[in-house]
């Protein structure tokens, strides 16, 4: 997550940086993740191929937080 850009807050022009989604117990930092609603999980490698990372930000100013979803790996 070190590497992740920082965003500019939509609402207040603060500064947004990387935060991590945890559950309530605060054991599991949860990594979310996304796919395509029709996709499937595929015979050969088990996964769904439109899967991607959903990275998290927070807005130093406001506390807005915000979700991006990164684009696919392709291979
Ligand atoms: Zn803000």
Redesign the pocket.
């Known amino acids: 997550m070190a590497d992740e850009p920082t965003r500019t ?6 500064t ?1 940086l990387p935060i991590v989604i945890m559950d309530h117990n605060y054991r599991s930092a949860t990594v979310l993740h996304y796919r395509m609603p029709d996709d499937k999980v595929s015979f050969w490698t088990g996964g769904y191929p439109t899967a991607g990372v959903v990275n998290a930000f927070m ?6 937080i915000a979700l991006y979803g990164a684009l696919p790996k392709t291979e």
């Open positions: 807050c939509g609402e207040c022009d603060g947004m807005c130093a100013g406001c506390g807005r």
